[in-house]
């Protein structure tokens, strides 16, 4: 959910101050891209309210939490941008299937396996796009 959160933050900052010769198409896509973060971390937080915790909610817990680093006052070139971004995706897909096999393996918990697996699909899309972009 940490990473989430900030991944999310960094994608709306993207959105925001992109700028160039793409800006409208590099706007719209982050914009997607936010908006689908923003449901993911909304299920995120009703699993975790489903399997008997209490989510965590403010943005203290969330960098304290999360492995994603902010650059507060950097304000990046939109192939710099895309470049950390898709970076931040990769790192996510990374920890994903870890905390994939570690809950079907180890906790035998195949519900939160599967979630976790949409997750990191949605992931791959979007580094999959934003790779797309850098070639």
């Given amino acids: 959910l940490a990473n989430e959160m900030v991944l999310y933050i960094k994608t709306r900052k993207a959105h925001w101050n992109v700028s160039g010769?793409?800006?409208m198409?590099?706007?719209k896509l982050f914009e997607g891209q936010y908006k689908e973060l923003e449901e993911a971390?909304?299920?995120i937080a009703?699993?975790?309210?489903k399997m008997g915790s209490k989510t965590i909610g403010t943005m203290s817990e969330f960098t304290k939490l999360a492995?994603?680093?902010e650059h507060p006052g950097k304000y990046h070139s939109p192939k710099d941008?895309?470049?950390?971004?898709?970076?931040?995706n990769e790192k996510v897909i990374v920890q994903l299937r870890k905390n994939i096999?570690?809950?079907a393996d180890k906790n035998k918990d195949a519900g939160t396996a599967d979630f976790l697996t949409g997750l990191m699909e949605l992931?791959?899309?979007t580094a999959w796009i934003l790779r797309r972009y850098l070639n």
Avoid at 81 to 88: G, M, R
Wanted: aromatic share 4%; glycine share 4%.
């Fill in 101 to 103: 096999v570690d809950c």
């Fill in 25 to 27: 198409e590099l706007h």
């Fill in 123 to 125: 992931h791959e899309t």
């Fill in 41 to 43: 971390i909304d299920q």
């Fill in 81 to 88: 941008t895309i470049d950390e971004l898709l970076s931040d």
């Fill in 46 to 49: 009703e699993r975790i309210g």
């Fill in 67 to 69: 492995s994603l680093k």
């Fill in 21 to 23: 010769s793409s800006f």
